[in-house]
């Protein structure tokens, strides 16, 4: 990578980088794919099965090895220690309610080649539960996955402000955090945030139609009304809500980035947008 | 030693009504939940925070006549993901899988085919859940009554408030004997006397306020 720091004496130890582009410099920036005249569908994902794209489902912890899941890369769950000290440990409890599940199993289904982790940020006990999906976010960016589902979000606004920052860390990572709107009229974080992909349900039964919204915040609608899914005990169920709606999108995400691991979050978006059945996918 | 907000809980419990009115109201809304959705039950557990429990509040159907009071973890469960997450959960064991009824037994003390459930959120806590079991058969869900459903656990979570304000105001009157319970009574009573009445009343606090040496706020 090219340095175009421009600092001179008395810089700190660590230089923040001058924002801006010497003439000289444009060449090394070029784009590393060609883009189609047209996107579509069929070049955005097909043929591919998510092979070689990292999934990892923020939520209840996920049930390893149910038939409509499979195997798990990894499962760890995050709780905190003594002065609030983020411990990370591998997850032998599996999912406490079924819903991570259910997630993983949608993630699956559209993608079945992909690899799924689980980091389990409920559970232990309510209280500090917005603590924990914070240290459960801040340690899935860091672990590099490609896209994160997150399909729960908090209302307290002292956590904003963290989450924030963190979805925008995940953003310049190449993390994509694909976060579920919140179904009530109530303020909560992430999905509002322009550097995460927000999803709200429609009711279509195709897994594949999504929608792109016109009107954000909410940015995109996944399949999520009345959708099989796996749930605890090898079992499986029927689940409407938007936290099934985003496993669609984070799965068609996989989807894309397996045959394209060279976008950014930014391109993605747009890759969605141009391929959403509102806009150039129903053809 | 009492401060100032114990003053206003003690006037307000004084005004606002009492543990039984909220509870009435309560087991409206879950009537009210019960009959709009054609269910077959629905109950309101709440959160103590003091023992990271959910305490049924309410309840209507199968079950009201043992689940009140009755408590469970709330780290757990359906309603445990709904409260920890925020977020509304519907689902439904279309392949009547008799495994399903122990995770939602759990919560409900019955086996019910299905469940929806939504946060009850007012500001930026979240004081419990609202749940709707066994919606009728063969009705395939829509977003429409997931719409009804948020809509309506706004309007129970601004209820809830209220009973855990009373219920604030009502352990501190406990708590500091009664000095702090004439304020409550004499509030109560001046706010039930007739038009006339009233004012004179209020005049009368009014007076009273100025010769303990009171400033008007």
């Known amino acids: 990578m090219r340095d175009v720091t421009g600092h001179g004496e008395g810089a700190p130890e660590a230089p923040l980088p001058a924002w801006s582009l010497p003439r000289d410099a444009v060449d090394g920036i070029a784009l590393p794919a060609e883009w189609p005249e047209q996107v579509t569908r069929e070049w955005a994902w097909g043929g591919s099965t998510g092979k070689g794209a990292r999934v990892c489902i923020l939520d209840s912890g996920v049930e390893a090895a149910h038939p409509m899941v499979g195997l798990l890369e990894s499962a760890v769950v995050i709780t905190l220690g003594e002065n609030e000290q983020v411990l990370a440990q591998e997850d032998t409890e599996g999912d406490v309610s079924g819903h991570g599940t259910a997630c993983a199993g949608i993630v699956r289904s559209l993608a079945p080649e992909c690899s799924l982790s689980s980091v389990r940020v409920l559970g232990a006990s309510f209280t500090g539960s917005g603590a924990v999906l914070l240290a459960g976010l801040r340690y899935a960016v860091e672990q590099g996955f490609d896209v994160i589902n997150m399909s729960l979000s908090t209302t307290k606004k002292p956590f904003a402000a963290v989450l924030h920052e963190l979805a925008d860390s995940a953003y310049f990572r190449r993390t994509v955090l694909v976060a579920s709107a919140h179904n009530m009229p109530v303020e909560s974080y992430p999905w509002r945030f322009s550097s995460v992909i927000s999803v709200g349900s429609h009711e279509e039964p195709d897994p594949f139609a999504f929608f792109a919204n016109p009107s954000p915040p909410v940015e995109f609608f996944g399949r999520g009304v009345n959708v099989e899914v796996p749930w605890l005990g090898g079992r499986s169920l029927t689940a409407s809500g938007n936290s099934f709606a985003t496993p669609h999108i984070a799965a068609i995400c996989a989807l894309i980035l397996s045959k394209h691991p060279e976008l950014t979050p930014f391109q993605l978006k747009n890759v969605l947008y141009l391929t959403a059945t509102n806009v150039g996918g129903a053809q | ?217």
């Not at chain 2, 064991?93 to 409900?108: G, I, L, M, N, Y």
């Open chain 2, 1 to 217: 030693m009492t401060d100032k907000n114990d003053l206003t809980a003690a006037v307000a419990a004084g005004v606002v009504g009492s543990e039984e009115a909220f509870r009435a109201l309560l087991s409206a809304i879950v009537e009210v939940a019960r009959s709009i959705f054609g269910a077959k039950a629905s109950s309101i557990v709440l959160l103590d925070e003091e023992t990271d429990e959910l305490v049924f509040e309410a309840v209507v159907g199968e079950g009201e006549d043992t689940l009140l009071g009755m408590r469970y973890p709330a780290g757990k469960g359906i309603s445990g993901w709904v409260l920890a997450t925020r977020t509304p959960l519907v689902i439904e064991d279309v392949h009547q899988d008799p495994r399903f009824a122990s995770d939602v037994a759990e919560d409900t003390g019955y086996v019910p085919k299905g469940l929806m459930a939504a946060p009850l959120l007012y500001e930026d806590r979240t004081l419990g859940v609202l749940s709707v079991l066994d919606r009728p058969e063969a009705s395939l869900f829509s977003l429409q009554e997931m719409e009804l459903l948020g809509l309506f656990s706004n309007q129970a979570a601004i209820a809830v408030d209220l009973l855990l304000k009373a219920r604030k105001a009502e352990r501190i009157l406990g708590g500091n004997g009664t000095d702090l319970r004439v304020i409550a009574r004499l509030a109560a009573a001046v706010d039930a006397l007739e038009e006339e009445r009233r004012e004179a009343g209020v005049r009368l606090l009014g007076e009273l306020a100025a010769m303990l040496g009171a400033k008007q706020s």
